[in-house]
């Protein structure tokens, strides 16, 4: 099994443009999840899935949009990136809605906004 | 505010050296979770723990939980390279949403050989 994908894996992006990052998972999970990781900040929450059709905010929402036609994907898109939005997107999906759930991670995608 | 404090931040020791880490909170987890996360990698989990003194063991790891659900740590005995790695831990807070994970910033362990 692929478990969690992520493309692209590598962005370049200038101040302004707009791009979208792209999660799909084959485990069947009804969750998933959009974290940025930087350095000294640890694991942030942008936004979440709960199932298809639906998504929320997380810690840092603004400047993002999500998706989830699918149950199996989740995309994350930034309208006008910024030079603040540089960072490592990691995607996330869960099997289990209880305190014991585990989260399972794509490798990342790394985005740099000149 | 962060809500979950882990020390120390970096860590850099000799294989075959015994280590703890540690994760700090005023506020009560229904259940937390270690994670270790390789460079170029996303977090893979290592053990998830829910009742108050809980104590796992996974080969040279071991994991408790506070006995007021707001701590935890997480002690490796004779260190080897491969335990290198950023170590994450990860918490629902009771009356939170089971959904939200709120992560910690992590330990970077290096073990030289």
């Known amino acids: 099994n692929a478990g969690v994908t992520q493309t692209p894996k590598f962005r370049v992006l200038k101040t302004g443009q707009s791009m979208t990052l792209l999660c799909a998972q084959d485990?069947?999970?009804?969750?998933m999840y959009w974290y940025r990781q930087d350095p000294g900040m640890g694991l942030r929450l942008i936004h979440y899935s709960v199932g298809e059709g639906t998504t929320a905010k997380g810690e840092v929402p603004d400047g993002y949009n999500v998706s989830r036609l699918k149950k199996q994907n989740f995309l994350l898109g930034l309208e006008s990136a910024a030079p603040s939005q540089t960072s490592v997107y990691f995607c996330a999906s869960s099997y289990l809605q209880g305190v014991t759930g585990e989260l399972f991670f794509g490798e990342g995608s790394r985005l740099t906004v000149l | 505010t962060q809500l979950l404090e882990q020390s120390p931040q970096f860590l850099s020791i000799q294989e075959g050296e015994n280590l703890t880490v540690y994760c700090n909170s005023s506020?009560?987890?229904?259940?937390l979770q270690w994670y270790r996360q390789e460079p170029g990698e996303g977090p893979v989990l290592l053990v998830t723990v829910v009742t108050g003194g809980e104590v796992k063991k996974l080969k040279r790891l071991t994991f408790q939980f506070g006995d007021a659900r707001k701590d935890s740590s997480l002690h490796i005995t004779a260190a080897q390279t491969g335990d290198t790695g950023l170590y994450l831990c990860a918490g629902r807070i009771v009356g939170g949403s089971n959904y939200k994970l709120t992560f910690g910033k992590g330990t970077l362990l290096t073990v030289n050989p």
């Open positions: 506020s009560v987890f229904s259940s």
């Open positions: 485990m069947n999970h009804e969750y």
